[in-house]
């Protein structure tokens, strides 16, 4: 049983691992990804932008005489075609699965929960983002820009718009950038929480046991840990 990522600061990870062990699997957790997020802690979107490098400030101020952005609340099927034009433009891979995406960006326009950020420059479509908000907490899904955009610095004037939105009009308490350690991600966040991977083998089973014998020869601590667990 592979389940990843988990996030434990809620102790999601600790508990499924605890269980497993108690049900005389051998599980460990491992670090597998992190996940940076923005705990805004009472601050405006002013407040916010003086605690950002002096650089992304720097940016946001020049490059927004050339950009302009539009934030749809609410699902519409050529604001979402232009997302889809932005992102197939863009250097990200292909859309694995998009009639699920826009379906779940159309039921998030209905429940009006969708922040879907587009950016333009004199006219032609450079940048787009796919948000959602719910619960007090932003979280940015899909971002992407074209060629054109990449001068400009269109997608993070377009995260600037969107940050100004959800922190000063929808007034969350947390931004949540999803997983992935991408250096940009630094500068828009201030905290980093660690996702771990539970590995779980039932060693009553022989199907597991070449996967369980290597697991134990790279980290014999697992399985220690987990007969200790046992009792």
């Known amino acids: 049983m592979s389940l990843g990522p988990l996030a434990d600061d ?73 997302y889809e034009q932005v992102y197939a433009a863009s250097w990200k891979p292909e859309e694995g699965l998009p009639a699920m995406l826009r379906e779940f960006a159309s039921q998030e326009g209905e429940a009006g929960r969708l922040r879907l950020g587009l950016a333009y420059h004199e006219g032609e479509l450079v940048a787009a983002q796919f948000w959602t908000v719910e619960n007090g907490t932003a979280y940015i899904h899909k971002l992407a820009h074209t060629d054109a955009g990449q001068p400009l610095s269109a997608g993070t004037v377009l995260s600037a718009a969107l940050f100004r939105h959800v922190i000063d009009n929808d007034g969350v308490l947390l931004v949540d950038f999803g997983t992935g350690d991408d250096a940009y991600k630094r500068d828009w966040m201030e905290q980093v929480r660690t996702r771990y991977r539970l590995l779980a083998y039932d060693p009553r089973q022989p199907r597991a046991w070449p996967r369980l014998a290597r697991k134990l020869l790279r980290n014999p601590r697992a399985y220690l840990a987990s007969r200790q667990a046992r009792g």
């Not at 601050?43 to 952005?69: E, H, M, Q």
């Open 10 to 82: 809620d102790g999601t990870a600790s508990a499924l691992l605890a269980a497993f062990r108690s049900a005389g699997w051998v599980a460990a957790l491992e670090a597998c990804d992190v996940n940076h997020v923005l705990d805004l802690r009472g601050r405006d979107y002013a407040a916010y932008l003086a605690d950002r490098p002096g650089r992304l400030r720097t940016t946001i101020k020049r490059k927004s005489k050339k950009v302009t952005c539009e934030i749809f609340s609410d699902f519409h099927q050529h604001a979402w075609q232009a």
